[in-house]
């Protein structure tokens, strides 16, 4: 009987896997055929990544979800780690709970609610949609998932190391940047590293908040989608799928030799 269960669970897992996983391999695979039609392999070619290098509306695409993403995340960034501080370490001030849910909040509220609220609030104020707009929207919601980092890594924090730097005379300014921070930097790096990839992959916040001059790349993707799905479009998303790649292995690796030097200590 456990036998027969740990086969059932073994076929489970790779089906689930396959499920995942197989229609992003057969992206890759079809993002480097010689034919326009996707589902007729035609031979090897890169041509549709030539295609998409000379694609001036893919590339000013890309380059507006860049800028999107690095200003996003860093603000966010620095947001939500402050707002993990102030969660962490004042457990008591008025308003707490509030904050605390006006923090969370959009974690749990769905997309299209949050970016037709933006949507509403931009108009009231008579503020010009574009890389602004989409840019403000993407900090709003990409800044909680940075405070829940975070705070897991305070709420385990050996606050003595505090008090001892406050104790030998420094500012808590000073403790935060010298002591704190350095210790709950991996923390803060996951955080930034989050809220990038949750820019890069938005699509119905940024529908809501952009303007003309500002379209994104997962905008323009989808919106090419909807005329048929062509192998310059899968070239653009294996070229994600290697950034992101290549990302988590960096940070892997580098986690990893983090973890070694502080065995060696």
Request: aromatic share 10%; with cysteine; proline share 3%.
């Amino acid at each position: 009987m456990a036998g027969t269960w740990g086969r059932f669970n073994m076929v489970s897992l790779v089906l689930g896997f396959a499920f995942l996983y197989l229609p992003i391999v057969l992206l890759v695979i079809f993002s480097f055929n010689e034919s326009r039609l996707v589902t007729v392999w035609a031979g090897f070619s890169t041509r549709w990544y030539v295609a998409m290098l000379s694609n001036q509306g893919l590339m000013e695409a890309a380059w507006v979800t860049a800028r999107v993403a690095l200003i996003s995340a860093t603000v966010a960034t620095v947001l939500g780690t402050l707002a993990a501080v102030v969660l962490t370490r004042y457990t008591r001030f008025r308003g707490r709970l509030l904050f605390s849910g006006m923090v969370y909040a959009p974690i749990v509220m769905p997309e299209v609610i949050t970016g037709l609220s933006l949507l509403l609030l931009f108009v009231a104020v008579d503020f010009e949609r574009g890389f602004a707009t989409i840019t403000i929207a993407h900090i709003t919601f990409s800044m909680c998932f940075v405070a829940v980092v975070v705070q897991s890594r305070l709420l385990s924090f050996d606050r003595s190391l505090e008090e001892a730097a406050l104790d030998l005379g420094a500012t808590p300014v000073k403790a935060f940047f010298q002591v704190t921070l350095p210790v709950i930097l991996p923390a803060v790096i996951a955080g930034w590293m989050l809220a990038f990839t949750l820019s890069l992959d938005d699509l119905v916040i940024a529908s809501f908040t952009s303007g003309p001059g500002a379209t994104t790349l997962p905008m323009k993707i989808y919106s090419s989608v909807r005329l048929g799905v062509t192998p310059e479009i899968n070239a653009v998303c294996t070229v994600l799928i290697g950034m992101v790649t290549v990302g988590v292995i960096v940070a892997s690796l580098v986690n990893k030799r983090r973890m070694r030097i502080a065995a060696g200590r």
